[in-house]
């Protein structure tokens, strides 16, 4: 993966300057090692499924991203066989869901 390119943070994100890159080096890693797949459902919308057994670091992510970031929202839902998540951002905050998409592309199969 290319170096972090925050570009795609918006000022409304909250959480501190300094602790953006282990964000998205957390978000880097999930995808690394549990992303099966990653699908645009419109342009303010994304699905993951991700491996089974990440609900547990799934949830803990996705909470404390939306909670820095409330515009977000992460709807987790899980089977035995995989961990599927909603991400959604209002209207004019679709360059964030680019970014985030960006960061999985090539690490599950895109559709």
Known sequence: ?????????PEACTLPTALRPLRVAE?????????RSQRRLSPTAMR???AA?????VRDLVARESA?????????????DAVAVEVRVPVGQEEILDGLA??????????
């Open 1 to 9: 993966m290319s170096p972090i390119d925050e570009g795609w943070v």
């Open 27 to 35: 978000f880097d890693e999930l995808f690394a090692t549990a992303l």
């Open 48 to 50: 993951w499924e991700l």
């Open 53 to 57: 057994g990440t609900e547990a670091v």
């Open 68 to 80: 820095c970031c409330s515009f977000f929202t992460f709807d987790v839902s899980a089977t035995p």
């Open 102 to 111: 960006d960061r999985g592309r090539g690490r599950g199969t895109e559709r």
